[in-house]
């Protein structure tokens, strides 16, 4: 039956799909994109009454989260009626009828794509992102775009000058992290069921943290790209290229694993796309009830490296006492980190084409983030940027014979949760004054990215301010499938989703 068609009412939703403790209708933003799934393949609810749905939502409390930066109502209703078509012909994907945002760095076919810059303020690309392409051929709905820091150059706030702040659901007055902040709130608020990030440096998995989802970063080459990060005509928007990584930002583990499905696998225009060696579908997966046999290591100072917030350490080691109560070994063990900030900022530089960069802003430089000014503005040296790539050697090979001696390792997502609108990172962490809060936030995260490794943030616990705090976790180049299972072990023991609706 259809529960709300042409009425506009509300009623109370008694389908026997609906996850237990859910009664309204209303509810139905925060159910998972698999639930969803299920009730429209048994055609209980329509994929347009889903999207009239969550614009409705859109337009009664994006005012005050504004996590989405181009809405195009006509094409999502659009999209939704052909949708309904193929569900009355029998013919479902994956993620039938599931409306998903797409962080404003993605390329979408006849959707505004800005990157948050005054730039590309007009683009309207001409063709769809590999990501969006499957994600349309699995029977997902493009919802808009979701705001972005501009070229993703800050994994502390979402801001830019063409869209504003995106603030977190959990408290409109911090931030929820960058870059892929906008995605993140999305889902936090129940705004969109799914949404897709983008992590050159933590972009995912600190934004994740910050807003209480899950988050993950899958191995390097594991979901292609392009033309993002991978077309030089478009500068600004191909930087990244060695370190951007597609991922999942869910409310579930599960709901994660499923986006990635849809979204992996080869592509010949992405170079770096990884032909062989992916593990099977993510979502097909069996819950570890248990994880007996695993050693995990842990640290929340990776070498005395990085400063904590107590509350965020103390919520952090009652979790990994959480993993060792499922049957884990675990250990106070980290790896080798041999390329410092320093040595990471300056590989972002390699790959952002300063030259061509620099040409293209002409005319907006007065509009660009001062974080971009100041690495295209920087005279590097050969010798900084040689030693910045010999040091990324070294890291891999200290990771990989880490994860010879261990199955994962798991850290603090961020050090601190999350911080005051256009606070660029605290002055001090654990009462020591920090000389460059803003990069304190990525500590635990851009090694990764420098790497490739899988990793992944999950709940973990809420600060006393009522603000939620992520943990974590990491493992060997193509081990997606166990990151995926520890989160799940441990969301499905210990973790409970949040749902709420935010002030507006």
Same mark, same amino acid.
């Given at each position: 039956m259809w529960l709300f068609k042409e009425s506009g009412v509300r009623p109370i939703f008694d389908g026997p799909q609906l996850p237990k403790g859910f009664r309204?209708? #209303? /509810?139905?933003?925060?159910?998972?994109?698999?639930?969803?799934?299920?009730? @429209?393949? =048994? !055609?209980?609810?329509?994929?347009?009454?889903?999207? /009239?749905? +969550?614009?409705?939502?859109?337009? /009664?409390?994006? #005012?005050? @989260?504004? =996590? $989405?930066? %181009?809405?195009?109502?006509?094409s999502v209703v659009e999209q939704a009626k052909e949708s309904e078509r193929a569900q009355m012909a029998g013919q479902m994907g994956?993620?039938?009828? @599931?409306?998903?945002?797409? !962080?404003?760095?993605? +390329?979408t076919k006849g959707l505004r794509t800005t990157g948050g810059s005054?730039?590309? =303020?007009?683009?309207?690309? *001409?063709?769809?992102?590999v990501v969006v392409e499957r994600l349309r051929a699995a029977g997902a709905i493009i919802l808009g775009k979701t705001n972005t820091a501009e070229f993703g150059f800050s994994a502390n706030q979402t801001e830019n000058e063409l869209f504003g702040a %995106?603030?977190?659901?959990?408290?409109?007055? *911090?931030?929820?992290g960058g870059s892929s902040g906008g995605s993140a709130a999305a889902v936090a608020a129940g705004l969109c069921p799914i949404a897709v990030g983008s992590d050159g440096g933590g972009s995912v998995r600190v934004p994740s943290s910050f807003c209480g989802v899950f988050g993950l970063k899958p191995t390097f080459g594991r979901i292609p790209l392009f033309p993002g990060c991978r077309d030089p005509k478009f500068p600004g928007l191909s930087a990244w290229e060695a370190f951007e990584h597609i991922g999942p930002i869910a409310r579930s583990v599960a709901d994660g694993a499923l986006l990635v499905d849809v979204m992996s696998g080869p592509d010949r225009r992405d170079r770096h796309s990884a032909q062989h060696g992916m593990p099977a579908r993510l979502s097909g997966l069996s819950r570890l009830d248990n994880l007996k046999g695993l050693r995990i290591a842990w640290s929340t100072d990776w070498d005395?490296?990085?400063?904590?917030d107590p509350e965020v350490a103390d919520a952090f080691k009652a979790a990994v006492e959480r993993l060792s109560e499922l049957g884990a070994t675990v250990v106070n063990a980290s790896p080798h980190r041999a390329v410092a900030r320093e040595? +990471?900022?300056?590989?972002?530089?390699?790959?952002?084409d300063p030259p061509a960069f620099k040409k293209a802003m002409q005319g907006y430089e007065d509009s660009i983030n001062d974080r971009v000014l100041q690495m295209l503005n920087r005279e590097w040296t050969l010798g900084e940027l040689a030693a910045a790539v010999t040091s990324r050697k070294a890291m891999y090979l200290a990771f990989t014979d880490f994860f010879d001696r261990y199955d994962a390792f798991v850290t603090p997502t961020v050090? +601190? %949760?999350?911080?005051?609108?256009?606070?660029?990172?605290?002055?001090?962490?654990?009462?020591? !004054?920090?000389?460059?809060?803003?990069?304190?936030?990525?500590? $635990?995260?851009?090694? $990764?990215n420098v790497t490739g490794h899988p990793a992944a943030s999950v709940p973990c616990g809420v600060s006393a301010d009522n603000l939620p705090i992520g943990m974590q976790i990491v493992s060997k180049s193509h081990g997606d499938d166990l990151v995926v299972q520890i989160a799940a072990a441990y969301e499905q023991a210990f973790t409970h989703p949040p749902q709420f609706i935010p002030a507006g």
């Open positions: 309204y209708m #209303n /509810e139905i933003a925060f159910l998972e994109a698999r639930d969803l799934v299920s009730l @429209v393949h =048994a !055609k209980e609810l329509s994929p347009v009454e889903i999207s /009239e749905y +969550f614009l409705a939502r859109i337009e /009664e409390h994006d #005012n005050s @989260v504004n =996590a $989405f930066s %181009t809405v195009d109502r006509d994956d993620l039938h009828g @599931v409306p998903v945002g797409i !962080k404003d760095l993605i +390329f005054r730039m590309y =303020a007009d683009l309207v690309p *001409t063709e769809d992102d %995106t603030r977190n659901p959990w408290d409109l007055a *911090t931030s929820p005395g490296a990085e400063l904590v040595q +990471f900022a300056a590989l972002v530089a390699l790959e952002a050090p +601190f %949760t999350a911080m005051p609108l256009g606070q660029e990172g605290p002055d001090r962490i654990a009462g020591q !004054k920090l000389e460059a809060p803003a990069r304190a936030v990525i500590g $635990f995260c851009y090694p $990764f």
